[in-house]
């Protein structure tokens, strides 16, 4: 645009006159260099008063013209600066779970952000800003980059409510990676405040042992075998129905997440290789 140019122009005339003034200031009164500088500002002054002139003899419609321009320019700016910050984000998430899913090509995983809590809930439980307009299922387990945190216990086209690894209502089969034992996974209000679960109906010859890590069994088809869970706390007896259990401290932190991702897929067959054991 002609009259952009121009006016870049005598921004640059201005900007040339302020260095001028400034380098004179700088400089001692009978300096050789204030001297010249004098001599060249003159013309500056004659050049800036010429620049301002044209600046102030464009016509209103002129102006208007400009402004509107500038104003749509600054609109798709803004609007691309948006938009590269959603692509940001959603690759931000999708890297999270790049290499569960280079592992694990069977997995179909759908990234979501924590969007509220439900404060009545001891649990911890929250829903996810994704449903089932992208395969989002009921029993679908939630994951996050360190391991399980939950299960989808409800969903609609656009949200799912997440009951978590933390509440009695889940019974997920999973095993001691070091022995092979299995039990179920299922939560309790003695530990859930202190972000601990369960693992109970241990057999009575049992080998787990403080600081063995507990993952998915792949058991019953609802969760994918391999997944993390957490690592033993410690072991327990009840004596009063002679049952062991085991208590479960989660790879993550249950009640303080803020973003997740939905496993709405995986293979029927066979077991989850992880990164780290190849």
């Not at 910050?85 to 069977?106: F, G, R, V």
Request: glycine content about 6%; aromatic content about 6%.
């Amino acid at each position: 645009m002609k009259r952009r140019t121009n006016r870049s122009r005598n921004v640059l005339i201005i900007t040339l006159f302020i260095l001028a003034v400034l380098g004179i200031m700088s400089q001692p009164e009978n300096s050789p260099v204030a001297g010249g500088v004098n001599l060249a500002t003159k013309w500056l002054f004659q050049l800036t008063a010429s620049a301002t002139a044209s600046m102030d003899s464009a016509s209103p419609q002129e102006l208007a013209a400009e402004v509107e321009e500038l104003r749509r320019e600054n609109a798709e700016l803004q609007k691309k600066l948006a938009d590269y910050y959603d692509i940001k984000a959603e690759n931000e998430k999708l890297w999270k779970y790049y290499e569960l899913k280079k592992t694990n090509p069977s997995y179909q995983i759908a990234p979501a952000n924590v969007i509220r809590r439900d404060v009545n809930d001891d649990f911890y439980s929250f829903t996810l800003d994704v449903g089932t307009s992208v395969g989002v299922k009921v029993n679908a387990p939630v994951i996050t980059d360190n391991g399980l945190v939950g299960w989808v216990c409800q969903a609609d086209a656009a949200t799912c409510k997440v009951k978590t690894i933390l509440s009695p209502d889940t019974k997920a089969t999973v095993e001691d990676k070091q022995t092979g034992d299995s039990g179920i996974l299922s939560g309790s209000v003695s530990l859930c405040s202190r972000n601990l679960t369960g693992m109970s109906k241990l057999e009575e010859d049992h080998q787990l042992k403080a600081g063995d890590m507990v993952v998915t069994s792949g058991t019953g088809g609802v969760y994918p075998a391999g997944l993390l869970v957490g690592e033993v706390v410690s072991i327990a007896f009840n004596k009063y129905d002679a049952s062991r259990s085991a208590v479960i401290k989660p790879f993550e932190d249950v009640r303080s997440i803020t973003s997740a991702a939905v496993i709405t897929g995986f293979a029927s067959s066979g077991k989850v290789v992880r990164a780290d054991e190849n």
